[in-house]
């Protein structure tokens, strides 16, 4: 696509998004899933807690769509509650670890020398860890419970995030423009958060929509081994922990849950490959 005249950079980046279908239909899911979210209260036919002890690991049904779990309680109602609880926790989680990892990037890719160094040995220490290791221990020392959750997956994406902008940086700092913000005498932090993260910031921004699948994958994994969310709160890896002794006589109370989490991490990886391609420099003619 050649760049008509007048049209800016985020212009042409919707307009080669738009082209890509399973980035449509990956966003179009995510809508969806951002709009149950918000209205989980209203569309869920039943209380996630209310219990019909008539109706215990009852199949799918007109009453009951996706069933009922091993106490009574409808899947279809907890399955939509959750949607606001896993989603949330895949979105806020790598926005702080987004956010925190972009500032101190940027500080090691400006500043260089001991700083650079002493910031990037710090990151070696926390990548030496395993990523769910990591995540697990913080857990377990933060706490079960929503907010602690969501700090706990956030720690072990920053190392990635900065390093990430700061190599995209160390390519920018030599550049012409900002050699002609140093002849202008701009301050430090306007040469930072002004020209050089704007100009260093795509392979980030992808990152963080890959990000996203990845904690949700992570919250369901925390909540599955009793670290996240606790009943009877419906996070959709709790209700897959609660499932699994029933999943050879009642496999409804797995395949839901786990639909939902295939469901919405499939979307999110459909739109950021979206994103990835329409953020190519390649296709910039």
Not at 85 to 113: H, Q, W
Not at 144 to 156: D, H, K, P
Request: aromatic share 8%.
């Amino acid at each position: 696509m050649k760049k008509q005249k007048g049209q800016s950079e985020f212009s042409r980046f919707v307009y080669q998004l738009s082209k890509n279908k399973m980035a449509m239909i990956g966003l179009v899911i995510l809508i969806i899933e951002i709009f149950i979210a918000i209205f989980a209260n209203q569309i869920a036919p039943y209380g996630y807690q209310e219990i019909d002890p008539t109706a215990l690991r009852q199949a799918p049904s007109a009453k009951h769509w996706f069933g009922t779990d091993e106490i009574g309680r409808d899947i279809f109602s907890r399955v939509v509650v959750g949607t606001r609880y896993s989603l949330s926790m895949g979105i806020l989680a790598t926005a702080i670890s987004s956010v925190i990892g972009i500032v101190i990037g940027a500080i090691a890719g400006f500043a260089g020398g001991w700083t650079d160094n002493i910031i990037m040995r710090a990151l070696d220490v926390i990548q030496s860890l395993p990523g769910m290791l990591l995540t697990i221990v913080m857990s377990a020392v933060l706490g079960s419970g929503y907010f602690n959750t969501i700090l706990a997956l956030s720690v072990g994406a920053i190392p990635g995030q900065a390093r990430m902008l700061r190599a995209n940086m160390l390519k920018q700092r030599k550049a012409e423009y900002i050699e002609a913000a140093y002849s202008i005498n701009c301050s430090p932090a306007r040469i930072i958060f002004k020209h050089l993260v704007p100009n260093s910031i795509s392979a980030n921004i992808v990152g963080m929509t890959m990000g996203v699948a990845h904690t949700i994958i992570q919250a369901a994994s925390l909540s599955f081994i009793g670290l996240g969310i606790q009943p009877p709160t419906p996070d959709w890896g709790a209700m897959l922990s609660g499932a699994r002794a029933f999943i050879r006589k009642s496999p409804h109370m797995v395949i839901f849950p786990g639909l939902a989490i295939a469901i919405t991490v499939l979307a999110v990886n459909m739109l950021g490959d979206g994103i990835r391609d329409a953020m190519d420099p390649k296709l910039k003619k």
